[in-house]
């Protein structure tokens, strides 16, 4: 059973498209995250949820949008995508401070 | 805020040689601290962590971590790796938010275990 899935796993797509990256977490959690890993491996969060609620919102483009229909899914939509956008996209839960991370969705603007 | 230093980005060790893998943090404020470990096109799967109680923290795969309040440190070590320990490690503190933890990375450490 894997605690923290995202769907897709690899993500290509032209520049200036709309796309989504989902995520669930089967594992209670009411706090989900989302983070980027740029090119060099750098990690940096980008929102927080708890409960359905927008509680953590970084210095993030309008392009990114995030969106929690209940507390165990997190959902990420990117518009008008650029090539500055390509990156690894993780997903995570935590109960109190401990994050577990999802797989990662590897996303590739050309 | 907070900041992670790992000043090590790779560190080359023969297979059975033990490794320690550094990690210095600021903070003006009490941390939790965390390491994580992501195998090449895989996740961050969490290895240890120190939220309270004893300073030296035992992890999975062999992996240990000791808290070093005055020094401002959490190094990982391992006495002796192995070849599927080959991966970058990451370095992480968080603080007490109420509702949510903001993790702050360090720049991670590449391990590469040769025979």
């Known amino acids: 059973d894997t605690a923290v899935s995202q769907t897709p796993k690899y993500l290509v797509t032209q520049m200036g498209n709309d796309k989504s990256i989902k995520c669930e977490q089967n594992?209670?959690?009411?706090?989900m995250y989302w983070y980027k890993q740029d090119s060099k491996k750098f990690l940096k969060i980008m929102f927080s949820?708890?409960?359905?609620?927008?509680?953590i919102n970084e210095t993030v483009p309008n392009r990114f949008s995030p969106k929690s229909p209940d507390k165990a899914h997190l959902n990420l939509h990117i518009n008008s995508l650029e090539l500055g956008d390509s990156a690894v996209y993780f997903c995570?839960?935590?109960?109190?401070?401990?994050?577990?991370f999802g797989p990662g969705t590897r996303l590739l603007v050309l | 805020a907070q900041s992670v230093t790992q000043l090590d980005s790779q560190v080359p060790v023969f297979e059975e040689a033990p490794v320690e893998l550094r990690c210095n943090y600021s903070s003006s404020v009490s941390v939790y601290l965390f390491w994580y470990v992501q195998y090449p096109n895989q996740g961050l799967q969490l290895l240890l962590k120190y939220l309270s109680g004893s300073t030296l923290v035992k992890g999975i795969n062999g992996f240990e971590a000791e808290f070093n309040k005055s020094q401002t440190s959490f190094h990982l070590r391992k006495p002796s790796v192995h070849i599927s320990d080959t991966a970058e490690y990451f370095c992480?503190?968080?603080?007490?938010?109420?509702?949510?933890?903001?993790?702050?990375f360090g720049t991670g450490t590449r391990l590469q275990v040769t025979l």
């Open positions: 995570a839960s935590s109960l109190k401070q401990t994050q577990y």
């Open positions: 992480a503190v968080s603080v007490n938010t109420g509702t949510a933890s903001k993790l702050t």
């Open positions: 594992l209670g959690h009411d706090t």
């Open positions: 949820y708890n409960n359905k609620e927008l509680i």
